[in-house]
């Protein structure tokens, strides 16, 4: 399932896009990587939805020597990149 959340960390507001087998998997995983969770909702696309064919970039980071996958939605690779580097 696909899951958009609106979280703060380090005083800064966030909109995350996520995949999760459930709502619970979905707050585990935020919390997990420090994120104060202030909305948490599942999206459901359909395949006319002009947001299901926007631009996903997958990425892989090391944070504390463990790996992390995930995913950001921009229509912009290098202010996603810059997104990444200043959030994590």
């Given amino acids: 399932m696909q899951f958009q959340a609106i979280c703060s960390k380090a005083n800064k507001k966030l909109t995350l896009s996520l995949t999760a087998n459930n709502i619970e998997e979905a707050r585990a995983i ?12 599942e999206l459901e696309y359909t395949p006319q939805d002009p947001n299901s064919k926007s631009n996903f970039f997958y990425f892989d980071i090391r944070v504390n020597n463990q790996i992390k996958t995930g995913k950001i939605q921009s229509d912009d ?6 997104k990444l580097i200043d959030d994590l």
């Fill in 30 to 41: 935020l919390h997990g990587q420090g994120y104060s969770i202030m909305e948490l909702k």
């Fill in 77 to 82: 690779v290098f202010k996603s990149y810059k």
